[in-house]
Structure formats: C-alpha cells, structure tokens
C-alpha cells in the first residue's frame, strides 16, 4: 500500500480500518499496523497533504482501543475452548504474555504484530476486569499508536528521510519481528521454568 499517495479521508478511512481490525478481530493478526502508522505520520508532515497530525494522533489510538475492546467482548463470549481450537497457537504465547506480565502485557503487546491481536481476546476469555483492562488497553494504544504516528511526523524533518520511507517501514517491520523473536524466546523460559517447578505439567513448547 503506498499510503503516500493517499490523501484526506481515503487515508483516514483505510488507517482507522487497519488499526481497528488489528487490535482485537482475530483475522488482523497479520496487518501491518506499524508501518501504516509511521508511514502516516510521513505524510501528515507534507504541508501539500490534507492530512491532520491532530486527527491522526487522537483517532488513532480511540480507534484501536475501540478494536481491543471488541477483542475483549470476543473473547468473554466466545470463551478459551473456542479460541484454543482455532487459534491455539497464538492464544499459548500470548497468554504466557499475560500471565508473566499481568495486565502490562495489553500495553507491551502493542509492540508485537500477533500479540496486540490477541491479547485482547484472551484478555476477555480469562475475565480480566474491565476497569484495568480500560486503563492498560488506552495506556497501550496512546503510547503506540500516538507515539508511532508521531515519531514518523518528527521523522520527516531529517534530510532526505521521506525518500528513505521505503527502508525506514522495512526497518520498523523488523523490529516488530524482533520483538516477537524476544516474545517467543521469553515465552518458552517461561515454559521450561513452569516444567522444572511442575515436571508433571505438560510443556507448550
């Protein structure tokens, strides 16, 4: 998507989209949402585009606390049976998230492309109350999407940087990886520390 070429309310519409579904629908777990968000912090920069900086930083996270919110409700109507016979794999590495970081995890999981998905719906499945969850899924999203909107706004004022936009998403791309390397990694030390303090309880590894 060349979200340079997109202007005003198309760009609204298509970002407000993608960061919605991806913060709590169970099929946005694979949408780009970082580089979106940088990528449209670019062009809000350009005084040619008709594009707010304001907009964008007070709609982007109202929209995807909204999108957790609806993974919240997923979650506690659906229930953990459903999710872990569809979604079994993200819903154990996710919760290993959770249940380490408690409801840090909902602002953390921000960073992590398939865990800001998820963590909203396991949020629900597990009754988390909703009070904290609240707190911790507006937290996340302001200092995420805000802050990712932001940085790529100041972004544009270095020399040469909105022609390197390309290499800079790819780079945002791989540092979401990263992040979900380091989750993996953190998930399965929780994994083993669980069999050496239970060694009758079945790993997920």
Same mark, same amino acid.
């Given at each position: ?19 919605? !579904?991806?913060?709590? &629908?169970?099929? $946005?777990? @694979? /949408? ?8 449209? $912090? ?5 005084? !040619?585009?008709?594009?707010?900086? !304001?907009?964008?930083? +007070?709609?982007?996270? +109202?929209?995807? %606390?909204?999108?957790?919110? !609806? ?35 909902? &602002? ?5 492309? @398939? ?5 909203? *719906?396991?949020?629900?499945?597990? %009754? ?6 609240? *707190?911790? *899924?507006?937290?996340?999203? &302001?200092? @995420? $999407?805000?802050?990712?909107? /932001? /940085?790529?706004?100041?972004? %544009? ?9 390309? @290499? &800079? ?6 540092? %979401? ?29």
């Amino acid at each position: 998507m060349d979200i340079e070429s997109l202007s005003g309310m198309t760009l609204y519409a298509i970002l407000f989209a993608v960061i919605f !579904v991806e913060s709590g &629908i169970l099929v $946005g777990f @694979w /949408l780009p949402g970082d580089t979106v968000l940088f990528a449209a $912090g670019l062009v809000a920069a350009d005084p !040619v585009a008709d594009v707010s900086i !304001v907009v964008l930083a +007070l709609g982007v996270p +109202l929209v995807a %606390s909204l999108g957790a919110l !609806v993974g919240y409700l997923t979650g506690r109507r659906l229930g953990r049976p459903y999710l872990e016979r569809r979604h079994a794999t993200a819903l154990a590495r996710t919760e290993d998230f959770y249940e380490r970081f408690g409801a840090v995890t909902l &602002i953390a999981a921000r960073f992590v492309p @398939w865990a800001r998905t998820f963590a909203p *719906v396991l949020a629900g499945a597990v %009754s988390m109350p909703r009070h904290r969850f609240g *707190v911790a *899924v507006v937290s996340g999203a &302001i200092i @995420w $999407g805000t802050g990712l909107v /932001l /940085l790529g706004y100041a972004a %544009s004022s270095v020399p040469g940087l909105r022609d390197a936009a390309l @290499w &800079i998403g790819l780079v945002v791309i791989v540092v %979401s990886v990263l992040a979900g390397v380091a989750g993996e990694l953190m998930r399965r030390r929780v994994a083993r520390l669980r069999e050496v303090e239970d060694p009758a309880e079945p790993s997920t590894i």
